[in-house]
């Protein structure tokens, strides 16, 4: 193990290849900022002029809510829980088609630069306006957590202060933001994604020859219990079962990918649905290889520890420093590769709080300023106005970073975050779009349930600690001969866990555990989901029996994969390409406008 000294562990030539990875992602900004339609129309600067194609908006598509996030967290997970959590992968293939031909055939038809205006034409101003602060909430805490990661990153390689390292990548961020529009952020993300890819790869790479190969790397990890067989146990409280991951995964990766606005944003950024859908499909293998690699290279990280464990010998406070560690102990002698691993998850985290920023200043415009104090601006002022509040969410995320320490592990604490708020909105729209009796004042009513109720689960306590796999440091020179117990557990407290501390038994016996507290944090997203739809169709069901003469649902605003049979009589039109038609509110005379 070839460790560096402590303190600033950067050669001259880490901080060269950092710097210039990090010129060129700024370049990439500069220069659709100075060319093309210079961001001087929100239609260029949220939707890109829709001149993308689908190859890197599947790149984007990705690196939005898996960059930082799966390099340190994934990895940490697989080291410190073993192999249960891959299979969220089989949740992916099954979750695709859902997305790209339930949910974004309606949102492309609708080509409005906010999605949740779909909510107003099926419901009402309300609904939109709630469904936006929702993800607003969501959006500001999970860019916390994008900037948190690398500056962990930072700190366990360099050396430098998380608040210096958080400070230092949220200002670069915010600064990003406010220049380049989404058109500069996709080219960026490609950039961005291969970066990723190399660092994770040179990761594997040298975790297997260390250890004589992948069949070395198995072992030891077999022999540590990190290579576990499929779960199938149907008890809700475990923590990764086949059911938490498929079932869990379906509804989370539905949340994100088809609902979520600023992947919603992103799809729009083509011309036509078809291609649109090509980018889904894209994304599935770019995403699937990403988690599978990292994967991986947890084990390859837990082969290079499994007898001194770095967490046990106090040399890192958190498990998702253990990648960051692993490139300078098992790198550090290669100058340039440090700089290159911090980079990548450095510019990673710089494209997708950029792009999230963007998604928060569009809907923040379209569902709130610009139907009431910026109701008679110029489109010219009206993009200026934009680019100022992308900049106040930068500053507003680089505020709850400081925050998102408190969190624990990255990959858990992001998860339940999109669990919590992405399935009530999941059950938002799914009650417009598979639901012909859902009414306003019912998908109020189960949106605001379904929040309190996945809210109150998530974050709510006290929650049972989550037992490690075994650790060890049988294998350390001098080693403490009281902490070298191969069945050592070590346990979090946290909500969200990662930091941890040696469990004691309890002087008074076992403690009782609200069983709500005790739910899989896998199960937030489904749980919210069936609240939302359950109570919104209750409460929709008792409206309908006081009031009379309500219209029915215009198909138009209907999935196609609503069946046929079901859709409104009087209404002929179906959903038809979405180059030939354009949604207008539900209180019109008409549904449909022919363009």
């Not at 339930?102 to 949740?116: D, I, M, N, R």
């Not at 499994?306 to 100058?335: E, H």
């Not at 995320?397 to 604490?413: D, E, K, N």
């Not at 501390?501 to 749980?527: C, K, N, Q, R």
Request: overall charge neutral.
């Amino acid at each position: 193990m070839n460790e560096r000294e402590d303190g600033n562990r950067f050669h001259v030539l880490d901080y060269v290849v950092f710097s210039a990875t990090l010129a060129i992602s700024a370049g990439i900004g500069i220069y659709f900022r100075f060319s093309g339609g210079k961001q001087r129309t929100n239609k260029e600067y949220l939707l890109g002029g829709q001149s993308m194609s689908a190859l890197p908006v599947a790149f984007s598509l990705m690196a939005s809510f898996m960059s930082s996030i799966t390099l340190l967290g994934v990895s940490s997970e697989n080291y410190m829980y073993g192999t249960q959590f891959v299979l969220i992968n089989i949740s992916y293939i099954i979750a695709t088609p859902l997305a790209a031909y339930g949910f974004l055939p309606v949102f492309f038809k609708l080509q409005a630069t906010s999605a949740y205006q779909y909510l107003e034409l099926r419901f009402s101003r309300p609904v939109r306006q709630a469904a936006s602060v929702a993800f607003i909430l969501q959006m500001t805490l999970y860019m916390g957590i994008v900037l948190y990661a690398p500056a962990l990153a930072l700190n366990a390689v360099t050396g430098l202060s998380k608040v210096g390292s958080i400070l230092a990548v949220g200002l670069v961020c915010t600064f990003s933001s406010t220049i380049g529009g989404l058109k500069a952020v996709l080219i960026a993300d490609v950039f961005q994604s291969l970066l990723m890819f190399s660092a994770v790869i040179c990761v594997a790479v040298k975790g297997s020859l260390d250890a004589g190969g992948v069949k070395g790397v198995l072992e030891i990890a077999d022999e540590g219990l990190r290579l576990q067989a499929p779960d199938f146990r149907i008890d809700p409280k475990i923590r990764h079962t086949v059911w938490t991951q498929v079932f869990g995964g379906i509804f989370t990766f539905l949340s994100l990918y088809g609902v979520n606005q600023a992947q919603i944003q992103r799809l729009l950024t083509v011309k036509s649905l078809k291609k649109s859908q090509a980018s889904l499909w894209l994304n599935w293998p770019i995403l699937t290889a990403l988690s599978l690699i990292t994967s991986y290279a947890g084990l390859s990280i837990y082969s290079e520890y499994a007898y001194c464990d770095p967490l046990l010998t106090k040399r890192i406070t958190n498990s998702d420093q253990l990648l960051p560690l692993f490139v300078v102990d098992t790198m550090g002698n290669l100058p340039g590769i440090p700089g290159l691993f911090v980079a990548g998850i450095f510019s990673g985290s710089l494209s997708t709080v950029s792009s999230a920023v963007n998604s928060l200043a569009a809907v923040t415009i379209e569902d709130f300023l610009k139907t009431t104090v910026l109701r008679n601006t110029s489109e010219k002022k009206i993009t200026l106005f934009t680019k100022l509040i992308a900049l106040l969410f930068g500053f507003i995320c680089l505020g709850v970073a400081f925050l998102a320490q408190f969190l624990g592990g990255i990959l858990q604490a992001s998860l339940t975050i999109f669990g919590v708020v992405g399935g009530p909105l999941l059950g938002l729209f799914t009650l417009g779009m598979f639901s012909t009796t859902a009414e306003s004042v019912g998908a109020l009513s189960g949106l605001f349930t379904g929040l309190a109720f996945a809210l109150w689960i998530g974050f709510g306590g006290p929650k049972p600690p989550i037992p490690v796999l075994p650790q060890s440091t049988d294998g350390c020179e001098a080693a403490n001969t009281t902490a070298s117990l191969l069945t050592k557990i070590y346990m979090s407290t946290s909500p969200l866990p990662t930091n941890y501390t040696e469990s004691t038994e309890s002087p008074v016996g076992p403690i009782d555990y609200f069983p709500l507290y005790e739910i899989s944090y896998m199960w937030y997203a489904p749980i919210g989901f069936a609240t939302t739809l359950i109570v919104g169709l209750c409460i929709s069901a008792i409206y309908r029996m006081t009031k009379s003469g309500i219209p029915d649902v215009s198909s138009n605003y209907l999935s196609p994969l609503y069946p046929k049979c079901y859709r409104p009589k009087d209404d002929s039109m179906s959903l038809v390409d979405a180059t030939e038609v354009q949604m207008v509110p539900k209180t019109s005379k008409t549904n449909i406008a022919i363009t």
